[in-house]
Structure formats: C-alpha cells, structure tokens
C-alpha cells in the first residue's frame, strides 16, 4: 500500500454482531475539562479523559502554556493552572493536530487572556473555515489575523474585550464555546444566540465550576468571572458509541449493550432518528454524572424504513449524519437529509465522501450542496477512500461488517482514527466485527 493512502482496513462478513462495549471518553467534555480546569482556581482532577490524539494535542498545548497536567493512571490526571497566576503566552506556534475543538475552543481562551499565540494544525486542520470564531472574537475587541480564514491563527495583543450579543449565522457548539471562554474575561455580558439547538456540554461544565451563566430557549448569556476547580468525571463517547448504535440497529437480530454513555439532549439526535426509522433502542442505568445525563444503551436489529431527516434534526445530529448512512443503507426506501452543509467542512467533505463511498458499494445516492439522498439495497464489497476522515472510516468499517458472505471491502487512509477512537480495533472484534488492519 503506498504511503499517500496510509495504512487502511480489511472488512468481510461477520458471522454475528453483539455483546456488550463500553468506547473511550467522550471527547467534548475531554477537551472542555482540560481547558477549563486550566484556568480554575485551584484545578481538579479529570477521571475518564480520552486519551487520543485529538484531546493529547490540546493537553500538550496548555502545558505549553504553563499548566501543570500530572499523570494518575490511565484517563486519570491531574490539573493546575500555574502558580500565582493565569496561563503564559508560549514560546513557539500551539499545534492542535487535527482536532478543530481544540483550536477554535483555544483561541477564545487565549483572546480572552490577551496572550499574543500562534495556533496551527495539520493539513486537514489548516484547510477548515475559521471565519466563524474569528469575526465574532474580534468584534470582541481581538486582534486575530488568518490568511483567507483558515489556520494558523496569530492571536496578538489587544486592550481587552467587551461583551457580545452575537446572533451565530450557523448553528456551532464550537463556535458558542469558544465566545464564552473569551467572554469569561471580557467586559459586561456576553450574550450568544443560536439558530439552532448546538450542544450544551460548555454550558453545564461551566455553570458546575461557578460561571455566572444561564442558558435555555436558544440563547447564553455569561457574565465575566473566575471558576472555581472540582473533579470531573467524563461520560463514554456518544458520537464514538454511535457508530455500534448504528451497526446494531442495521443487523436483524442483532444486540449490542454500549455501557456508561452520555445521553446528553444536545448529543443523542441519532437515537431519535434510528427509532424514526423502526429500531429497537432502549435506555437501561439513567443517572447523572457531573451533570450529565449518561445511561447504558440497548439496541437490537430489526428491518428499518427510510426516513427525512430536517435541517433542525441535523443540529443534534451533525457528527452522527455518517453513521446514521449505514442505518440508511439498509432501509427501506429513500432516507433524505437536509440542511446539512456544515457537512462540507468537516475533517473532510463529508456529504461528498459518503455518496463516494456508498455509490462504490452499490447504492443510489443524489447530493445537494446541503444534503443527500441515499437508497437502502443490496451492498457489496470495494475499496473506499476515508479521505483522511476518521467519522467515514469508521462509518464504513460498520457497513463492512453487514457485507454479504465472501464479499470484501478495503478502507484507506485510517490513521486518524486514533484522533478520536483508540483500540477502535479491539472494540469492532469484541461485537463480532470482522475487520484487519493492513
């Protein structure tokens, strides 16, 4: 295999899917944990913290920034913001990898601080639109430079922030994150208005470390102030337990029990959507964990019927569109979704990397500028490019697994996978998944 494509996957039939699997850390709250921590009095300890790339790279950047992050154990560490005061401007350019959370989440911190930082990534990263952070954080009063709106982002020395009441053109909890870490330091309220409903993990994360915040009927609004450390316990993953979600719900006959998920109303979209479309999903352990709704989810595979999916449906769902497809690839009918260009600028274009790959195993796909169309039917093997997108290759390393007997499929390029998912291998052959790596 040449090296442009990377190291890729192997996929067959499997013989049965189920068990039960509890995936990594979620990784929102991995990252919210860490920065927020950093810059609470006092800090805390993060139990739970997903130990990938993504969250690693963020870690590695606020040590650069003069925090002190101690090693307990595994998913378990210790977090201080330097002693006798905030965080440091660094000596050399931050690189958040691939992870677009930790870079736009940064860069609200570091404007809020008003530390002069250079922040860039990798190639993937460095072609994803910052405009949306950019314009609304120096409209704050930033002084933010990027060439033609992409990384690496120069935050310069400003005269300090004043609130803002911004009314965000495209729904982004990424976007909200970042304007009220800067708003945690600013002059006056900052108010930010969604267009619709985004994840609410920043707003409950800093209201449990005593942020003057209320939040509800599409709107936040944050009044400046410290935060106070406590302890966090970080939830399993629900965009990484949605891909055996999936998996299961598409498989007659099928039972997978995901162990110790969040459920958070912001997150669980896709659950909605596969009982839409006639999948057995149930809720067993409800409880709260540091403010989070987290349960154990139960699915069983059973026919499903294709559905359409609104533009409102894709806000709480927009990380989960990709492996919602291997449910529509076994539906009944036309599953359609709208609304969703911010597909577009994902880790890759992933609307144009789905149809790719599902026109290859034999389905019908139409694309929109913000959607797509795709018939369920018969599948079979190929070789599809992930384009460097971890969602994509583990979405079609779950279609894989629902291959007709003596059928294969290859996947290139999964080297990211590690960004968000590790063991992802482990985990697909503890279900039943027959998958190599090669």
Same mark, same amino acid.
């Given at each position: 295999?040449?090296?442009?494509?990377?190291?890729?996957?192997?996929?067959?039939?499997?013989?049965?899917?189920?068990?039960?699997?509890?995936?990594?850390?979620?990784?929102?709250?991995?990252?919210?944990?860490?920065?927020?921590?950093?810059?609470?009095?006092?800090?805390? @300890?993060?139990?739970?913290?997903?130990?990938?790339?993504?969250?690693?790279?963020?870690?590695?950047?606020?040590?650069?920034?003069?925090?002190?992050?101690?090693?307990?154990?595994? !998913?378990?560490?210790?977090?201080?913001?330097?002693?006798?005061?905030?965080?440091?401007?660094?000596?050399?350019?931050?690189?958040?990898?691939?992870?677009?959370?930790?870079?736009?989440?940064?860069?609200?911190?570091?404007?809020?601080?008003?530390?002069?930082?250079?922040?860039?990534?990798?190639?993937?990263?460095?072609?994803?639109?910052?405009?949306?952070?950019?314009?609304?954080?120096?409209?704050?009063?930033?002084? *933010?430079?990027?060439?033609? !709106?992409?990384?690496?982002?120069?935050?310069?020395?400003? @005269? !300090?922030?004043?609130?803002?009441?911004?009314?965000?053109?495209?729904?982004?909890?990424?976007?909200?994150?970042?304007?009220?870490?800067?708003?945690?330091?600013?002059?006056?309220?900052?108010?930010?208005?969604?267009?619709?409903?985004?994840?609410?993990?920043?707003?409950?994360?800093?209201?449990?470390?005593?942020?003057?915040? @209320?939040?509800?009927?599409?709107?936040?609004?944050?009044?400046?102030?410290?935060?106070?450390?406590?302890? *966090?316990?970080?939830?399993?993953?629900?965009?990484?337990?949605?891909?055996?979600?999936?998996?299961?719900?598409?498989?007659?006959?099928?039972?997978?029990?995901?162990?110790?998920?969040?459920?958070?109303?912001?997150?669980?979209?896709?659950?909605?959507?596969?009982?839409?479309?006639?999948?057995?999903?149930?809720? @067993?352990?409800?409880?709260?964990?540091?403010?989070?709704?987290?349960?154990?989810?139960?699915?069983?595979?059973?026919?499903?019927?294709? *559905?359409?999916?609104?533009?409102?449906?894709?806000?709480?769902?927009?990380?989960?569109?990709?492996?919602?497809?291997?449910?529509?690839?076994?539906?009944?009918?036309?599953?359609?979704?709208?609304?969703?260009?911010?597909?577009?600028?994902?880790?890759?274009?992933? *609307?144009?990397?789905?149809?790719?790959?599902?026109?290859?195993?034999?389905?019908?796909?139409?694309?929109?500028?913000? !959607?797509?169309?795709?018939?369920?039917?018969?599948?079979?093997?190929?070789?599809?490019?992930?384009?460097?997108?971890?969602?994509?290759?583990?979405?079609?390393?779950?279609?894989?697994?629902?291959?007709?007997?003596?059928?294969?499929?290859?996947?290139?390029?999964?080297?990211?996978?590690?960004?968000?998912?590790?063991?992802?291998?482990?985990?697909?052959?503890?279900?039943?998944?027959?998958?190599?790596?090669?």
């Amino acid at each position: 295999m040449g090296s442009a494509q990377g190291r890729g996957w192997q996929l067959g039939a499997a013989a049965e899917i189920g068990g039960v699997l509890q995936v990594p850390g979620d990784k929102s709250i991995s990252h919210r944990a860490l920065l927020f921590l950093a810059i609470a009095e006092g800090g805390g @300890e993060i139990r739970g913290l997903l130990e990938a790339r993504d969250c690693l790279n963020t870690l590695a950047a606020l040590r650069a920034l003069g925090a002190r992050i101690d090693s307990l154990g595994p !998913g378990s560490y210790r977090v201080v913001g330097p002693a006798g005061g905030g965080l440091r401007a660094p000596d050399k350019p931050l690189d958040l990898g691939n992870s677009g959370t930790g870079l736009r989440l940064l860069t609200g911190l570091l404007a809020g601080l008003n530390l002069p930082a250079s922040l860039t990534g990798d190639a993937s990263l460095c072609r994803r639109p910052m405009g949306r952070i950019v314009d609304p954080l120096n409209a704050m009063g930033a002084a *933010i430079r990027a060439e033609d !709106g992409r990384p690496p982002l120069h935050l310069a020395s400003h @005269e !300090g922030l004043q609130g803002i009441d911004y009314a965000m053109p495209v729904a982004s909890a990424q976007v909200k994150s970042a304007i009220l870490l800067a708003g945690l330091h600013a002059r006056g309220e900052t108010r930010v208005r969604e267009p619709a409903p985004t994840r609410d993990h920043s707003e409950r994360m800093l209201a449990g470390l005593g942020a003057d915040i @209320e939040w509800g009927q599409g709107e936040v609004r944050l009044r400046p102030g410290g935060l106070r450390g406590q302890d *966090i316990d970080v939830p399993a993953d629900f965009s990484s337990a949605a891909f055996f979600v999936a998996l299961a719900a598409a498989r007659p006959g099928a039972e997978i029990c995901l162990r110790q998920v969040g459920i958070n109303p912001t997150r669980d979209g896709l659950l909605r959507l596969l009982k839409r479309m006639g999948a057995a999903v149930g809720l @067993e352990n409800q409880r709260l964990v540091g403010g989070e709704p987290v349960a154990d989810i139960r699915v069983t595979g059973q026919p499903l019927e294709a *559905i359409t999916v609104s533009a409102e449906e894709v806000a709480l769902a927009v990380d989960e569109i990709p492996a919602l497809m291997i449910a529509a690839a076994r539906a009944r009918g036309t599953t359609h979704v709208e609304g969703a260009a911010e597909l577009r600028v994902k880790e890759s274009d992933r *609307i144009a990397a789905m149809a790719e790959g599902l026109q290859a195993m034999g389905l019908s796909v139409e694309t929109r500028p913000d !959607g797509l169309s795709v018939t369920g039917g018969p599948i079979r093997g190929g070789r599809i490019a992930s384009r460097g997108d971890h969602r994509i290759a583990m979405s079609f390393a779950m279609l894989g697994a629902l291959l007709p007997a003596g059928e294969q499929l290859r996947i290139d390029d999964v080297d990211n996978v590690a960004t968000s998912f590790p063991d992802f291998i482990a985990r697909c052959k503890a279900v039943g998944v027959n998958i190599q790596e090669s």
